[in-house]
């Protein structure tokens, strides 16, 4: 199968979004590759400190005006934004195609997606209101006043920047904030085409900043004092060097971090559904998403059947060209996670690792592009390293649980707590379990969608606040009480 290059003529023009669309500038450029076939797509200046200086600088001048736009005004430029999200749909998967290898025919929900929580955002811009306190016992008047908290500084990983991009910037614009985000060189296009279509929709100059970058312009953002809150999306280590870069000036800081989540399939599962979503976690994405049940804890009794009915199925998951209909897998998004996770899948293998499926590249057409093979590994007592910490690849352990209570034991016996994930039809089972699962977020029965009005956020070590719904707008909100004696 010959891979078909993507549309380059479809990629945004800006280089940055500094108030105005940029070109040139940066430390050094990037020789962004598609992961299809590392092709060079084009060349990607990376921002440094004179970047990350220049877009505090605008997002500052910004925000006075931005602040203070009626709040019915907010509300119509985001609804127009998100309209011209939906009318560049076309456009905006094959970005997405360019930046990372999604796979253009699985992409409308990004669209959908990303336009849907501009509108479910704009629709809180006129609705922020504080809250009158009850006074005792002397006479006086006690109000809150939700202000925003001013310039966000925004950092998001490669998976996915697109739907990081309305999950933080609309709660943030609702809110009457600025926002500087920060994608990486490895897939900067999506932000910046939404930074340009912000552009075209009204949105002052400066509300939305887009400068696509690494190391440097991170910890230039996590130390900088023109930034008032950072929102970080990425991984534990990462995360660690963000909190101590921004105790510096005690910037508060939201995270969404990674995960090992756990899928408890009990025997009275849709059994079909079940096999589709543990084999659909390595395959969906190519099992770059936060929130993989990457994990299946099957119930002892139906293991054996489970694990061949999922091995099947692995082994036959058609694997190729992101742009055609008949792909169901793609590769990874770029060169060093690729290494990374066949490193990861080289240790398994040397700790004896029993691969049901995958654990090897694509070969043959596929040579070329960063393709790995679903990998579903049996590992019946979670012995092996990759059983327990993150992959962020096409890679699922499974392991049996004798009865429920062992099975939270299990699915609870790791650092991380983003998702947790249960198959069975029995109601009772569900809302005992759910309410046993250390996990910001629990999803049943093949539930695999955040929906835009839902909290979404992990315990432990998978992060501290919440995105979506009102949850999320509060994430960028700080309350102040004024207090008057009468
Ligand atoms: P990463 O931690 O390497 O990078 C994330 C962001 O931080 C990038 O923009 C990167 O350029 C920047 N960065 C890297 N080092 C930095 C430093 N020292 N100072 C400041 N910024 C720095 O993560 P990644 O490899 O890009 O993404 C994968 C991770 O992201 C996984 O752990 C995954 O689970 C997590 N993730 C979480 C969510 C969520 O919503 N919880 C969503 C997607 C991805």
Redesign the pocket.
Known sequence: MSIVAPKLDMLPKSDFIIGKSLNGGGIRDYDHLYPADASLTRKVPVAGKEEVDAAVRAARAALPGWRNTPPNEKRKLMLRFAQLIRENGERLKRVVNAENGGIYHQLDWFVEWDADLFEYNAGYADKICGEVVPIWPQQAFDYTIDEPFGVIGI??????PVI?FG?MIAPAMAGGNTCII?????APFSCLFLGELALEAGIPEGVINVIP???E???A??KHPGIDKLH????????R??LA?AAENLTPVG?????KSARLVFPDCDWEQAVQTVVMTAVANAG????AGSRALVHESIYDRFVADCQAMANNIPIGDPNSTSTVMGPIAHRL?YDRIMSMLDHARSEGADFLSGGESCGGDLESGYFIKPTLINDPEAKLEISRE?V?GPVVSLMPFKDEDDGVAKANDTVFG?AAYIESTNIKTVHRVAAKLDAGNVLVNGAGGLPTAAP???HKQ??VGR?GGIWGIREFLRTKNVHIAM
């Open positions: 950092l998001v990983p490669w998976n996915g990081s999950q920060k994608p990486t060189e490895f970058g690494n190391v312009a991170g910890e953002m996590t970080f999306t990425g991984s534990g280590n990462t995360a060097k963000i870069g995270l969404e971090l990674g995960g770059q998403a936060c929130i996670q993150e962020f983003l979404f956020g992990g998978s992060g995105v």
